[in-house]
């Protein structure tokens, strides 16, 4: 299953994502318009410019795992990412939610010790 992130900017996107999530964007493909994030395993993600008639509403369109909340958090802050939530505790997991340059919904997760 592939992960696709509609965006109206791919270049701005890409810087955005690369900053967000430290890696060299240099991996565009589809005569630049689509550029596919690495990621370790799981899903493939991609930014996707070829939607250009797309809503950011909804839910969160993927979310990443951390293993520090905290820091991650402090990192986005860092960036001046637009978190959109507090941090929530629902048991199981602790998550926040921020948005990408197109108001895309993001979160990114912590499982809680027990």
């Not at 791919?10 to 005569?31: C, G, I, Q």
């Not at 690495?38 to 996707?48: M, T, Y």
């Amino acid at each position: 299953m592939d992960g696709r992130c509609p965006v109206s900017d791919l270049e701005r996107s890409a810087r955005w994502y690369a900053r967000v999530l430290a890696f060299d964007p240099d991996r565009f493909s589809h005569e630049d318009t689509i550029l596919d994030i690495p990621v370790e395993d799981g899903p493939r993600l991609a930014l996707d410019a070829n939607r250009p008639q797309f809503t950011a509403d909804g839910p969160p369109r993927f979310f990443f795992w951390t293993d520090d909340l905290a820091a991650t958090v402090e990192h986005l802050q860092g960036l001046d990412v637009r978190i959109t939530s507090e941090v929530e505790d629902i048991g199981s997991v602790f998550f926040v939610q921020f948005e990408d340059p197109d108001g895309n919904p993001l979160m990114v997760c912590q499982r809680a010790s027990w």
